[in-house]
């Protein structure tokens, strides 16, 4: 790269990463769609074992900002607060010189909404986490129906009543390509740095007809791994998480359908990603731009009796991470996959490394840059593995967990359940705990040690309950929105985004009654 380049960070949001057609089912894929992002595998480095820091939106997404583990920055639950001691990828890439926005889904507890980007014309600035309800006569007001959350999830999957051009997705695709044009006119020597943030494939799993329609009610096949299977399906963590999801009250047909939903939002998220790409292309934006694709976390969808995410399970914990540099899209660079572990904690270095800006020394993760432009990286080879956490008991007393996952095993340690460990190569799905049987006892004690070394269940249990409640006395939501998105005006101003959805003026309750065809 003769120049600095632009960066464009496309994060979604609950991508499980055997959503991509370019992943065969061999590999533990799933039969959906995804030209778009199979287009950027070919023109890239797919990194095919990345894994998040938290698997839980609010905590992933700091962990990730803050390029630490998720109990090093505040990273606890849905609620926490970005500590403003720490420096994020948006403050360092601002410092050294570049232009920065965010546009979309942050879901940050507190006032502290910007996480050092300069700009954030659009996204959920306290509201309900940028999620559009739907469908929309489930909820009043942007309400959903008492009791109604968590069964509404799989019970109202399917077809999509919100208008696609009200879509929180449509919204981030215009103001994105806005901002990035009106920086183009205004500043064309500076680079930018924009993250456009997407709430889909997380539920509500609702898409359009052309999508839903490919998978329901005969494309669409049974989870690649039973409920009840395998020797963690009686773990305390399992069962509290069944229950608190209340996983089990989900009926097969009802399942199936909230699948085929789920392929559905996956294969329309791609086809959003395509028109937004195309668009930027068009405009010659892309030409000096690195584009970078993730998801904060995954999506059980069914497996293990589970749905949704926070469980240490692979389709909770790893998503996809694909890099395609200007280089790649010329031919100058062949495309490559890169099969040692990553993590999303590795990005904050990476756009560091590929800005030419200055790396903070006390981040957790590692510089990609070179992989990335095609070097071997001997860091990546020397590296155990990567870790992943959840340092709230959400699922009972205990059940806190933290797993290293290297490019064969993974190693579950418990605050006090019993631990797990698996051999991925040998049992992909997660079957057989090593531990129960006695079996590659070197492999996994290293694993245990090189976890469990200078950390302790006990001083971070301390540390999560003083830290919360000091940075939610410090930095309080001050202006809370009531629909899921605002927009800051130019005025200044941030109103309600969504409020034609929920809080609606109607004009019309029979649309055939009040008006002739």
Same mark, same amino acid.
């Not at 999509?160 to 879509?167: D, H, K, N, R």
């Not at 006090?416 to 129960?436: K, V, W, Y």
């Given at each position: ?53 938290? %698997? $839980?939106?609010? @905590? !992933? +997404? ?6 630490? =583990? ?133 539920? %509500? $799993?609702?898409? @359009? !007809? +052309? ?6 009610? =005969? ?134 490394? $590929? ?163």
């Amino acid at each position: 790269m003769t120049e600095r380049p632009n960066i464009l960070f496309l994060l979604s949001d609950e991508h499980s990463y055997r959503f991509l057609s370019a992943r065969s089912g061999e590999e533990g894929g799933e039969p959906c769609h995804t030209p778009t992002l199979d287009g950027l595998i070919r023109q890239g480095v797919f990194f095919r074992q990345a894994s998040c820091q938290m %698997p $839980l939106c609010t @905590p !992933s +997404r700091i962990a990730m900002l803050a390029g630490r =583990h998720s109990h090093q920055a505040g990273a606890w639950n849905n609620n926490s607060v970005l500590p403003p001691e720490l420096s994020t990828f948006a403050s360092q890439l601002s410092e050294a010189g570049y232009s920065t926005c965010t546009v979309g889904k942050m879901h940050l507890g507190g006032s502290r909404q910007f996480a050092g980007f300069q700009h954030r014309p659009y996204g959920d600035f306290g509201g309900p986490c940028a999620h559009q309800f739907d469908p929309l006569s489930s909820y009043e007001a942007g309400k959903p129906r008492p009791g109604s959350d968590l069964r509404s999830r799989t019970v109202d999957a399917g077809l999509m009543q919100i208008p696609e051009s009200q879509l929180q997705e449509a919204a981030v695709t215009a103001e994105s390509v806005a901002w990035i044009r009106n920086h183009q006119q205004a500043a064309p020597s500076v680079p930018w740095m924009l993250m456009a943030s997407f709430s889909r494939p997380h539920f %509500p $799993l609702t898409a @359009p !007809s +052309r999508h839903f329609d490919r998978y329901w009610p =005969h494309g669409v096949n049974e989870p690649r791994i039973a409920a009840g299977s395998g020797d963690s399906a009686d773990h305390p963590m399992t069962r509290g998480a069944i229950a608190g999801f209340r996983t089990d009250e989900i009926e097969r047909e009802e399942g199936m359908r909230a699948r085929a939903a789920y392929f559905a939002c996956v294969d329309f998220l791609d086809e959003l990603l395509g028109d937004f790409l195309a668009r930027l292309e068009r405009d010659g934006a892309l030409d000096n731009t690195v584009i970078v694709y993730a998801s904060d976390h995954g999506e059980m969808c069914g497996e293990h009796g589970l749905w949704w995410k926070n469980t240490w399970h692979e389709s909770s914990v790893r998503v996809p991470l694909i890099v395609s540099t200007p280089e790649h899209r010329g031919g100058d660079v062949a495309a490559q996959v890169v099969d040692d572990p990553v993590g999303l904690a590795d990005l904050f270095p990476t756009f560091c490394g $590929l800005a030419g800006a200055e790396t903070p020394d006390s981040l957790d993760g590692l510089d990609l840059s070179g992989p990335c432009r095609g070097d071997v990286s001997s860091a990546l080879q020397n590296r155990l593995g990567v870790i992943t956490e959840a340092m709230t008991p959400r699922w009972g007393e205990g059940t806190e967990f933290r797993v290293l996952r290297s490019r064969r095993h993974k190693y579950v340690a418990f605050r006090d359940a019993p631990d797990l460990a698996f051999d991925l190569e040998q049992d992909p799905c997660e079957q057989r705990n090593l531990l129960a049987h006695g079996e590659a006892k070197d492999e996994t004690d290293a694993l245990r040690a090189h976890l469990l070394e200078g950390f302790d269940f006990d001083d971070v249990e301390q540390t999560r309950l003083a830290q919360t409640q000091d940075l939610k006395d410090r930095f309080p939501l001050r202006a809370e929105g009531s629909t899921p998105n605002q927009v800051l005006r130019g005025d200044g101003l941030l109103v309600e985004a969504d409020a034609p959805l929920y809080d609606a003026d109607v004009v019309s309750r029979d649309i055939d009654a009040d008006f002739d065809r």
